[in-house]
């Protein structure tokens, strides 16, 4: 029982112990350790993944080698894309400013123009002391 299972499962200790806990047999830990190693040694020579490891890699749920490249293959970039960023005009005040920001989880802003273009961004980081002072010397 425990050549098998460390054969098929790729897990030696998992059998050496389950069948010695199963049998009770503690005074044949030696044999089981020669067999589960051996039979884990040959099979793994034969088969790289495991039974359990090859059925969860044909259903796509995990991946076996070349990991990086495999996850990066199921990406889709459109879904990496953030499209509906907010943007805010040239000639818009802080308060208003300070409010989208206040509202959004966003901490670059576009910069546009009346046409619409974009004239550069805007970073958070660095309007943020001058935002939180403005709003001190309201209060």
């Not at 790289?48 to 293959?73: E, M, P, W, Y």
């Not at 619409?116 to 001190?136: A, C, K, Q, S, T």
Request: include cysteine.
């Amino acid at each position: 029982m425990a050549g098998i299972l460390s054969g098929l499962f790729h897990a030696p200790l998992t059998a050496i112990f389950l069948i010695a806990e199963i049998t009770g047999g503690y005074d044949l830990m030696i044999p089981l350790m020669i067999v589960a190693s051996v039979s884990f040694a040959v099979s793994k020579r034969f088969e790289k993944h495991s039974l359990d490891v090859k059925n969860l890699a044909r259903k796509g749920n995990v991946f076996t080698s070349n990991k990086d490249t495999n996850i990066l293959c199921k990406l889709e970039i459109e879904d990496l894309v953030k499209k509906d960023y907010l943007t805010v005009e040239a000639n818009q005040d802080l308060e208003n400013v300070a409010e989208l920001l206040a509202h959004s989880d966003q901490v670059i802003f576009g910069v546009v123009s009346d046409d619409n273009e974009l004239e550069g961004l805007v970073y958070f980081n660095d309007i943020r002391e001058v935002i939180f002072e403005h709003g001190n010397r309201d209060e």
